[in-house]
C-alpha cells in the first residue's frame, strides 16, 4: 500500500550521523576543507580549526548495529567552541500536512478532484496482512512445495480451486476476500467482466452502482498489461508459478476492499495481494497435517477497491480516483505478488517471506518506477522541481506515483534518532527511510537497477543478511554513508562540492520538497535542515539512538581557534558500532 499520515507534532530537533567513535586519543589532524566530510575511526575525539574567519561544522552520529533493538546514548562535549551554535531552522508542530502534493506554479491542484478528500493509502492495514502472512503461512512453505509436484496427479488436491484454468467473460465465480489468512472465509459472488493478455478482470456482483462499465473495466485491465505487469517483471522478476493454469492475474473488483475503510477515516485500503492464495486448499496425508489453507483462493491475484460515487460502501470514491489509486496499487502489490510466490516455488531453499521492512521497501521502489516510466524520467539524474515543472505530465506522475514515498520519507527526516532503514516496526519513517536507502544503495552499486532489484527478490535469504549479498560485506559502511548524504547532500555551499559517497544521485529532495502543499493549497515548510542539536562551548548534549538510526549535531569554532569535541558512551568510549563523521559547512 502507499501513504503518509497526518502528523500529531513534527520533531523539533534530533541528532547525529555517521563516523567511527571506538576508543582512541585525539588524532592531530589539520583543518577541513568548506564541504568535506571526514569518517572519524578508531578515536572518540577530533580536533577542529577556526581558519581566519570561524568555521561551522555538522556532526553525523550513527549507530549502525544491525539490532535496531541496540540503544545507545552517546554525549558530545566541546571545549573551544564558539558560545552559540551555527543557526538552524528547526521544524515547527503545526499538526502536519493530511495531503502532500508537489504543485505547479499557478496552478496547485493537479491530482485531486476538488470534491475528494483524497485520503492517503492505508500503510498499517498492510503492515498487518504481511505480518499475519508470516505468522500463519511460513510452516506451510514445504507443504506447499509437495503439493505442486504432485499436482499434475489424480489425488484430488485441486478439487476445490476456487479460480480455474479456463474462464470465460460472463462466467460467475465465488472468492473468499477474509482477510483470516486460512479460516473464516467471507465468499463473495464475482462475474468475469474482461480477459485482457495479463488480466482476468473480475467484479464483484453487489459493487454499489455507478461504477465502471465493462469496457472501463477492460481498460484498467489493458493498463495493468502494457504499464504495471512489464515494469515490475522486468525488475523483479516473474511469479514463481501459474498455480491456477490460466496465465493471467485475477483482479477482483470488490465492495469487500471498500469496506475495510471506515467513513471519514484518514487513510484508505485501495486494495491488496494476499499470499494465502498461492497455498493449497484442502490437507492430505502425503503432506502433513495442517497443510492446507482452507481459504485460499489458489491462484495469483489482487484484491482491489471499486468506484463508489455515492459513497454506498464507505466515503465516496470516483472512477477518477480508483483508477489512479489501481495503477499504484497494483504495482506495489505486484512486487509482493512475485517476491512471495518465487520464494515459495523457485527458490525452494528459502524458509520464508521476505521481512517486512525490506519487502515493503522493494514494494515502495515499485511506486517510484513507475513515477520515472510514466515521467520519462531516470534515476541518478539528481530531479529538481523545475525538472518536474518542465512538463505536466512529470508533475502528475509524481503526484500519482511518487507523492507518498517522499511524504513517508518526511516522517523519517522529522524523527531521524529512533528511527531506521531496519526497524522492525514498519512505521511510516522506517518505510520512508527503506525507500530512499534502497535508491541510495541502488544508484551506488553501479549496475543496472534491474539487475539490483532482480536480486533482492530471487533470494533465499532475509533482511539484511539478503542486502549484504547484493550489496557486499561494506553494507554497514554504505549505510552510514548514506545518513550523512541524508543531510549532506544538495546542502547549500557556496564554491564548494560534497564527495559523491555523501550524495543522493537521483533526488534534489531540498528542490522538491520547497513545493509541497498541504490538502488545502497551502505551503508546507520543507524538512531542511534536517533537525539538529547545537552543542556550544562546554555544554554536553546527548543523544540516543537505536540500531540504525542517526542523529546530527552543530557547532562553530572561532578564527584562529582551535577545539575539541569529545563522544562517550558513559564513562567510556562508545562500541565500533557507533560511527561520528565531520562535515565542514561553513
Keep these: 500500500m502507499l501513504a503518509s ?3 500529531g507534532v513534527l520533531f523539533v530537533a534530533v541528532i547525529a550521523l555517521v563516523a567511527a567513535c571506538k576508543s ?20 572518540n575525539s577530533q580536533t577542529f580549526e577556526g ?3 570561524g568555521e561551522d561544522f555538522v556532526l553525523t552520529a550513527s549507530n ?27 521544524l515547527i508542530a503545526s499538526g502536519g500536512p493530511s495531503l502532500m502534493r508537489v504543485a505547479s506554479e499557478g496552478a496547485p491542484s493537479l491530482m485531486r478532484l476538488a470534491s475528494e478528500s483524497a485520503p492517503e493509502p492505508s500503510d498499517a492495514f498492510e503492515e498487518r496482512l504481511r505480518r499475519s502472512e508470516n505468522a500463519a503461512l511460513t510452516s506451510k512453505f514445504g507443504a506447499a512445495r509437495k503439493w505442486l509436484a504432485s499436482r499434475s496427479s489424480s489425488n484430488g488436491l485441486l478439487s476445490r480451486d476456487a479460480i480455474p484454468s479456463s474462464v470465460t467473460v460472463g462466467q460467475k465465480l465465488s472468492l473468499n476476500v477474509s482477510l483470516d489468512p486460512c479460516a473464516n472465509a467471507d465468499q463473495r459472488r464475482g462475474r468475469v467482466v ?7 478482470v473480475i467484479a464483484d456482483t453487489a459493487n454499489p452502482i455507478g461504477g465502471y462499465t465493462d469496457a472501463e473495466y477492460a481498460a484498467v485491465g489493458a493498463t495493468f498489461d502494457t504499464l504495471v505487469a512489464p515494469l515490475d517483471e522486468a525488475n523483479f522478476g516473474t511469479p514463481g508459478h501459474d498455480l491456477d493454469g490460466n496465465g493471467h492475474i485475477v483482479m477482483f473488483f470488490t465492495r469487500a ?3 475495510m475503510t471506515a467513513r471519514g477515516s484518514t487513510s484508505v485500503v485501495g486494495g491488496f495481494f494476499f499470499a494465502r492464495d498461492l497455498f493449497p486448499v484442502v490437507d492430505d496425508p502425503n503432506l502433513g497435517a ?10 495469483e491475484m489482487f484484491y482491489l477497491m471499486v468506484p463508489d460515487p455515492n459513497g454506498l460502501v464507505s466515503d465516496a470514491r470516483s472512477k477518477d480516483y480508483v483508477s489512479l489509486q489501481t495503477i499504484a496499487t497494483t504495482g506495489h502489490e505486484y512486487q509482493h505478488l512475485i517476491n512471495a510466490s518465487r520464494r515459495l516455488y523457485v527458490n525452494t531453499q528459502a524458509t520464508s517471506f521476505e521481512t517486512v521492512w525490506l519487502n515493503e521497501g522493494l514494494s515502495h521502489v515499485a511506486e517510484e518506477l513507475l513515477f520515472y516510466h510514466v515521467a520519462q524520467l531516470q534515476p541518478k539524474q539528481n530531479i529538481t522541481i523545475n525538472a518536474l515543472r518542465s512538463t505536466q505530465t512529470g508533475i502528475s506522475a509524481f503526484n500519482n506515483y511518487q507523492l507518498f514515498n517522499f511524504g513517508r520519507y518526511r516522517t523519517f527526516l522529522e524523527a531521524t534518532t ?29 549496475t543496472a537497477d534491474t539487475d539490483t532489484w532482480g536480486k533482492l527478490v530471487n533470494s533465499i535469504k532475509t533482511g539484511l543478511a539478503n542486502m549484504t549479498d547484493v550489496f557486499g560485506s561494506t553494507l554497514s559502511d554504505q549505510i552510514r554513508d548514506w545518513q550523512v548524504s541524508v543531510n549532506a547532500d544538495d546542502y547549500p555551499l557556496t564554491g564548494a562540492t560534497v564527495s559523491a559517497n555523501f550524495t543522493q544521485p537521483s533526488w534534489n529532495f531540498r528542490s522538491v520538497f520547497s513545493a509541497f502543499v498541504n490538502g488545502s493549497g497551502q505551503p508546507v515548510p520543507p524538512p531542511f535542515p534536517v533537525p539538529s542539536l547545537g552543542l556550544v562551548d562546554a555544554s554536553p548534549v546527548t543523544l540516543t539512538l537505536n540500531g540504525g538510526s542517526v542523529g546530527y549535531v552543530r557547532f562553530s569554532v572561532p578564527a584562529g581557534a582551535s577545539a575539541t569535541v569529545t563522544w562517550t558512551s558513559g564513562s567510556s568510549a562508545p562500541p565500533s558500532t557507533f560511527v561520528v563523521t565531520s562535515f565542514r559547512t561553513r
Design 24 to 43: 582512541g586519543s585525539e588524532p592531530s589532524t589539520p583543518g577541513l576543507d568548506l564541504g568535506e566530510i571526514k569518517p572519524n575511526t578508531n578515536v
Design 51 to 53: 581558519g581566519s574567519a
Design 64 to 90: 549502525v548495529s544491525t539490532s535496531f533493538a541496540t540503544t545507545l546514548s552517546v554525549t558530545f562535549t566541546g571545549h573551544g567552541l564558539n558560545a552559540t551554535a551555527p543557526a538552524a531552522k528547526s
Design 194 to 200: 474482461a480477459i485482457t493478455q495479463k488480466a482476468i
Design 290 to 299: 495442517g497443510s492446507g489453507c482452507p481459504s485460499s483462493n489458489v491462484g
Design 418 to 446: 529512533n528511527h531506521s532503514p531496519y526497524a522492525p516496526n514498519d512505521d511510516l519513517e522506517t518505510r520512508g527511510a527503506t525507500w530512499s536507502l534502497l535508491r541510495y544503495l541502488a544508484d551506488r552499486r553501479g
Design 5 to 7: 499520515r497526518p502528523r
Design 257 to 259: 476492499v471498500n469496506e
